[in-house]
């Protein structure tokens, strides 16, 4: 990433809701960050069903339910790895996308939430067409989900599929029926589809992406691994309205910048989320 071309980067994220910033990881940060993700992918393979626990209770790592074992692992989410792991604590503290994010929402940036979601071969995950801000609702919608690339990711293995402009449009429910799917109708995302972009890349890329773009992705069809860090980062003057639904002990860490006390609102009309019983919203996602 050239920060030279930071401006550029602010702009067209502000048209398009999204941008790709290459070379986000460093070699080293990467090579340390996937050894960590091969051992719990390894350590996956002694269990069968969701399993640890993270602060509230539920478990930290959420396979599929009816494609893993041990000879073919379908671990789907590590919800907060950073409270696990060293390295991805650090990284996600810094890095070249939370510099960016500062010259976009900046100066003053906290922490919200982290995750790892996996598409292994043959092991069927999809993610149905959503928007992350009814997941994480706050006072201003100047929230970044940061995902970097663990993995090289193609056309094939299930690349996130993004809506240019979204950003700016309607906020959808995720609600249908009266239940809290996490997902938006059926007429919304064929739509959507119809212009969504396919985000590819190298390993140790990565999209940053506003909290209001529709998005979405595919199962994995090939036999190499799709993996994502992904962390979301907010303006500090952005609180939230609702629990935190991957909580851990570092959300509102102050990470670029510094603490005001204030709080920005924006007019907007959503629904709340239904705090999830599920191990992840992948469990939402799968109610209907």
């Known amino acids: 990433m050239n920060l030279s071309n930071l401006d550029t980067y602010r702009e067209d994220f502000n048209r398009d809701g999204f941008v790709m910033v290459r070379n986000a990881i460093k070699a080293d940060q990467l090579a340390e960050l996937r050894n960590e993700l091969n051992g719990w992918i390894e350590e996956s393979k002694r269990f069968t069903s969701d399993y640890g626990i993270t602060i509230d209770g539920r478990p930290r790592f959420d396979v599929e339910p009816n494609s893993h074992s041990a000879k073919s692992p379908a671990l789907r989410r590590i919800s907060s790895p950073i409270e696990i792991s060293q390295a991805f604590l650090d990284f996600s503290r810094n890095n070249l996308a939370l ?154 860490e102050i990470v670029r910048g510094v603490k005001t006390g204030r709080v920005r609102t924006t007019v907007f009309n959503m629904d709340l989320p239904e705090y999830p019983k599920e191990t992840s919203f992948f469990g939402q996602q799968a109610k209907t």
Not at 167 to 187: P, Y
Not at 207 to 235: E, Q
């Open 99 to 252: 510099d960016l994010t500062a010259h976009i929402f900046g100066p003053n940036i906290k922490l919200v939430n982290s995750k790892i979601n996996l598409k292994l071969p043959g092991s069927g995950t999809a993610v149905k067409y959503h928007q992350d801000f009814p997941f994480e609702p706050h006072s201003n919608d100047n929230l970044m989900t940061a995902l970097f690339f663990l993995d090289n990711v193609t056309q094939q293995n299930g690349p996130l599929e993004v809506v240019p402009g979204t950003h700016k449009e309607e906020i959808h429910t995720l609600w249908q029926e009266g239940i809290f799917t996490g997902f938006v109708s059926k007429d919304v995302e064929e739509t959507a589809k119809e212009s969504a972009v396919k985000c590819i890349g190298e390993a140790g890329d990565a999209c940053l992406m506003h909290t209001r773009v529709l998005h979405g992705s595919a199962p994995n069809h090939t036999d190499k691994p799709r993996s994502l860090f992904i962390v979301c980062y907010a303006a500090e003057d952005a609180i939230a309205l609702d629990k935190n639904h991957i909580p851990s002990k570092f959300d509102g």
